[in-house]
């Protein structure tokens, strides 16, 4: 059985460098989201998909950052010119489709992404 | 605009307590409240959640509360172990029921 995974696990990356993550959702789910946490705080909406169509987008989701699922599979999220405000837990999830099937979210391991 | 609302910030149990965590909502139109345990270093994992149609749930030492008038619900922790030191959140559906919006989060310590 295989999780939810996020590649890499850890970035660290200068002010103003553009930096790219990707997440591998569970094989069989058609949604997947992307997530903020920083820091002894709860998980914060970023953007979530349906198979390739990008559905929703939180206002915390500057023109910086941009999310692409191709295809429908693994995702990637983008943040262009960096900030040390971007310095966060980025986590990706995905639930199966269904009913309330879709407040089900499998979490990955997430990216911790410093900004130096 | 949901918001969750979830207290204690933290807390401390003895081995074989009861931990008692409450979280409050403002608006949903769906009824699905889920709780994530988070270790550090890792992603949240789905621990329980209740659905519409029961008061309160169960699973093993874990036990959801629910109550809808009072717009609350709360995550009991029987026995409590020091394996069940983490941090847990809870969440709720926003009204367009598309996506979590999750509470603060608490800090739970159980001491042997």
């Known amino acids: 059985d295989t999780g939810v995974s996020q590649d890499p696990r850890h970035k660290i990356t200068k002010r103003g460098q553009n930096v790219t993550f990707r997440c591998d959702p569970i094989s069989e789910h058609n949604r997947l989201y992307w997530y903020r946490q920083t820091l002894g705080q709860g998980p914060e909406f970023l953007t979530y998909f349906q198979n390739e169509a990008q559905l929703e987008k939180s206002r915390l989701l500057s023109d910086r950052f941009s999310a692409e699922r191709p295809k429908g599979s693994f995702s990637t999220l983008e943040i262009q010119r960096t900030e040390q405000g971007d310095s966060a837990m980025y986590l990706c999830?995905?639930?199966?489709?269904?009913?309330?099937?879709?407040?089900?979210?499998?979490f990955g391991p997430g990216t911790r992404l410093t900004v130096t | 605009q949901q918001q969750v609302k979830q207290s204690p910030q933290s807390l401390i149990v003895q081995k074989g307590g009861i931990s008692i965590i409450n979280c409050a909502y403002e608006?949903?139109?769906?009824?699905?409240f889920p709780w994530y345990q988070q270790f550090p270093g890792k992603g949240p994992a789905l621990l329980i959640a209740?659905?519409?149609?029961?008061s309160e749930k169960k699973e093993g030492r874990f036990t959801i509360s629910f109550n809808k008038s009072a717009k609350q619900f709360s995550l009991h922790i029987m026995d409590s172990q020091p394996g069940d030191s983490a941090t847990y959140f809870c969440a709720a559906p926003n009204n367009a029921g598309n996506m979590l919006t999750f509470g603060g989060g608490t800090r739970l310590m159980v001491k042997p």
């Open positions: 999830a995905s639930s199966p489709d269904g009913g309330l099937r879709f407040y089900e979210q499998y």
């Open positions: 209740i659905r519409p149609d029961v």
């Open positions: 608006n949903t139109a769906f009824d699905y």
